[in-house]
């Protein structure tokens, strides 16, 4: 990827956001996503990703910073026509039929009638709403807003589609159908900008993540990049618990430096090392690595449990960036404030 200009759907630097009443939701946000990507912004709630997709669609303005999308200042009104926007919460008059929305969508794009009733019909399709497009969108679920919403941003045929929580009450059928048209939009030659708080759905489907959290992005890139340095070994034994480290750390090569608690230690070939109950974990990729404490731990007469080599997945990612290192604890979710409350981090496992 190179750095020109052109290169970037979207690219902005420094952009902060204060609302009024002093909420500062954006505080310096820079982003870059490529031309052609599915580029997926996560964060907890609050963390102004809605903000900063409002921005660059104009619909706010920003406090400070700059920034382009698709090559253009924001706000470049010829740019805003090729950009489709499936906004948060958004609603459509329940008594339209799905076909009755588009075409309406369509005719305010400025399109003729057969240009508008023909797009209409090849999105309902691609949204497989087709048998429902007679159907007032008051009756309609969640989900099927949501496909509504997906074939309303594509009317003008974007290059660039920014979707902000797409999957939001969406069955899984429904987020699958969704990646999939995420996907497509690529194929087409298209860039998609996600917004989500679903991290699994941001990890099947995106070429490259932003973590935000309050009103900055802590982290972007490919999830290789950002996982980089953190793949590992770990090695499970059954031993009982009150036992387990000394197994283990007799089990390390001749020189390597000893671990303490829950705190870090080195192998004399220079990977970390780390003791959690019966779990040896170790800072390397290679088979080779662990070998000799297999070895040691068989010498010893020590039963494994397990071995398995660990990548952390996005939520894990996601926890270290919402985690204060000093204190182990989460950081509040929202934009930062005056006030320094925090909480216990929440549970692994669960959508953040
Ligand atoms: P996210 O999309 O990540 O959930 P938002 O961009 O919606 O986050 O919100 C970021 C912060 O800005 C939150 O603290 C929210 O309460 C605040 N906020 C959002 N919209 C407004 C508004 N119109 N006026 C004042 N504060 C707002």
Known sequence: MSDTPTEWAIDVQNVKKTYRGGTKALRGVDLRVAKGEVFGLLGPNGSGKSTLVKIMMTVIRRSAGKGSVLGEPIAHKPTLRKIGYLPEHHRFPGYLKGKQVLEYV???????????????????????????????????????????????????????VMLDEPTDGVDPVGRRDIRDLCKRMVDEGRTVFLNSHLLSELEMVCSRVAIMVQGEVRSQGTINELVQGQERYEIVIAADPARAAEFLLSALPPGAERPEGAGRGTLPSGEWVEISGTTLKIGSTQPETIAPVLDNLRRGGVLIHTVRPMRPSLEDLFMQAVTDPTTGEALMPGAAGKKKKRTKAPRAGGDA
């Open 106 to 160: 369509g005719g305010l794009q400025g399109m003729d009638r057969t240009t508008k009733k023909k797009r209409a019909a090849e999105l309902l399709d691609a949204v497989k709403m087709t048998d429902w497009a007679k159907t007032p969108v008051k009756r309609y679920s969640k989900g099927m807003r949501q496909r509504l919403g997906i074939a309303q941003a594509l009317i003008n045929d974007p290059d660039l």
